[in-house]
């Protein structure tokens, strides 16, 4: 099963990065009116995605958010950038 990690640009800018094995009703789950989004992105709607790799485990998963978390906020945007190319 695929493992996703993925960033979500909220209405005040700022990103949010998070893991998922389904991408579609994460992002869904993030935008809806429930408490299954996450408590961040939930006062800050809508998200919008706008970056995800893809790996193959959530260990994996867990690592490279762990890694992507700890970036400034101009390299984020960067790999967002890159990412859309």
């Not at 790996?55 to 890694?67: D, I, T």
């Not at 992507?68 to 960067?78: E, F, G, N």
Request: glycine share 4%.
């Amino acid at each position: 099963m695929d493992w996703f990690i993925y960033i979500v640009r909220c209405k005040d800018d700022s990103l949010y990065t998070g893991i998922t094995n389904n991408l579609e009703r994460r992002v869904h789950e993030h935008n809806g009116n429930n408490t299954i989004g996450s408590r961040y992105v939930r006062s800050r709607k809508p998200a919008v995605l706008v970056y995800h790799e893809t790996v193959s485990s959530r260990s994996e998963a867990l690592k490279r958010e762990a890694e992507i978390k700890k970036l400034p906020h101009l390299q984020k945007i960067q790999l967002i950038a890159e990412g859309e190319r």
